[in-house]
């Protein structure tokens, strides 16, 4: 047998997704930041002003499914590629804007398109094929992009403060294209094999690729599903494929956004000063970044006992909230934003791996991005209905008791799935 690399060729992919996650989502969750400059300057309504998030969240869902189509059939290099130009370019435009609707357009559709081109379903489906055993590690990995987009809101704070957010759209916008575009180029790689390789590192005794909706040969309860070749009107007939579906409206499209979307307003309503409100979102980010590598105990423990402790330790953070009502206790900021981005943190790589094991296949980049549009849409309604009801009550209590069941209701639907019952984690 052939001895494989030195270094496995899946580390170089995971850590340009992992770049790509960082500047691709800095562009989406640093709205927090942009959003109350958005509205001093125009003097819009939250409700309004938080429709661009909003239509970005459900355009990225809608396109997801044509994104891992995409990648699919003309590979992670091209696609990747095209949609940063995509994105970072809505970016920059969005600096000429000066009505809600050119916002909705460039900001809400242009920059969604491209998102989700360069994205969390096309980098998902590479890594799924790149990883097997490690799978909960590697998405754990690149969660934590996601996570360290969100510590970028004290830059764009920072930048906002110094040249405005006109410019900052620009800078923000042009960086993340002349960053991603030659890295996606040169070393994306769509599957191990056209390294000669198998997921995991392990050299191939062919060149010849396996098929990679082969169904697998196995033993026990398991294999049944095990031996099932995954299309998506397959995956969409069981009951397991809608209660994620379920999940990722709850967890990662309402409690998930509106934490993003609302958290920066809600501490300066308190009184925080912006830089401060800031401050306490990049906490979030960090330790946001930190359950997306703890996410990896789910290789060992399997998904849903470390998925259902995240999703209730995400809960008890939400209920802080409703104690802080000014800045007299400033400790309880940053011990809510680090609860709940080690709670939330964790949840979404656990959950993408969930789908992984259950209907990784050739097909995969589909069903994935199906999955990916249940998060839109509970991501297009959840930050423009917290923007309404506070307008409505000049409060977020009731946007903070819908948090706190959606992450209840998350713990309860993933404990019905039951993924130990019917895949495993490999050993």
Not at 35 to 52: K, S
Not at 291 to 319: Q, T, W, Y
Request: aromatic share 14%.
């Amino acid at each position: 047998m052939r001895k494989g690399p030195l270094i496995f060729y899946g580390w170089p992919i995971l850590a340009v997704a992992f770049i790509t996650m960082v500047l691709g989502f800095a562009i989406r969750n640093t709205f927090s930041v942009f959003y109350p400059a958005i509205v001093e300057e125009f003097g819009w309504g939250r409700g309004d002003t938080a429709l661009m998030f909003s239509i970005t969240v459900i355009t990225y869902g809608l396109m997801a499914p044509v994104a891992g189509k995409l990648v699919d059939r003309f590979g992670p290099r091209l696609v990747l590629s095209v949609g940063a130009c995509i994105m970072g370019g809505g970016l920059a435009l969005c600096s000429l804007a000066t009505t809600q609707w050119q916002f909705y357009l460039v900001y809400g559709v242009i920059v969604a398109i491209g998102l989700s081109m360069a994205g969390w379903t096309p980098l998902t489906t590479i890594i799924s094929n790149w990883f097997f055993k490690r799978r909960g590690l590697a998405f754990g990995i690149l969660a934590a992009g996601f996570g360290a987009s969100l510590v970028s809101a004290s830059v764009a704070q920072f930048l906002i403060s110094s040249f405005g957010w006109q410019a900052t759209y620009v800078i923000m916008g042009l960086s993340s294209a002349v960053i991603i575009v030659p890295l996606c180029a040169l070393f994306m790689r769509g599957s191990p094999q056209e390294k000669g390789l198998l997921p995991d590192g392990a050299p191939q005794t062919s060149l010849e690729p396996p098929a990679l909706d082969k169904p697998q040969r196995t033993t026990g309860p398991e294999a049944k599903w095990a031996g099932t070749t995954w299309t998506l009107s397959r995956a969409l007939k069981t009951y397991h494929f809608w209660l994620l579906f379920l999940i990722a409206f709850l967890t990662i499209g309402v409690a998930e956004q509106i934490g993003i979307t609302h958290q920066v307003y809600f501490f300066r309503d308190v009184g925080y000063e912006p830089m401060a409100a800031a401050n306490i979102y990049s906490v979030f980010g960090v330790a946001f970044m930190v359950g997306n590598l703890c996410s990896s105990f789910s290789d060992r423990l399997g998904r849903e006992k470390v998925f259902i402790p995240s999703c209730l330790l995400s809960a008890g953070a939400v209920s802080m909230l409703f104690l802080i009502k000014d800045t007299s206790q400033p400790w309880m900021p940053f011990l809510f934003a680090a609860s709940f981005g080690l709670g939330i943190g964790a949840t979404a790589p656990v959950f993408y791996t969930t789908v992984a094991d259950l209907f990784h296949g050739k097909h995969f980049g589909s069903i994935q991005g199906t999955v990916v549009l249940g998060f839109s849409l509970g991501g297009a309604i959840s930050p423009w209905l917290a923007g309404f009801l506070h307008d409505k009550t000049d409060s977020y209590f009731v946007t903070f008791l819908i948090v706190f069941g959606a992450l209840v209701a998350s713990a309860v639907a993933m404990w019905l799935i039951a993924p130990r019952k019917v895949r495993p984690v490999p050993r």
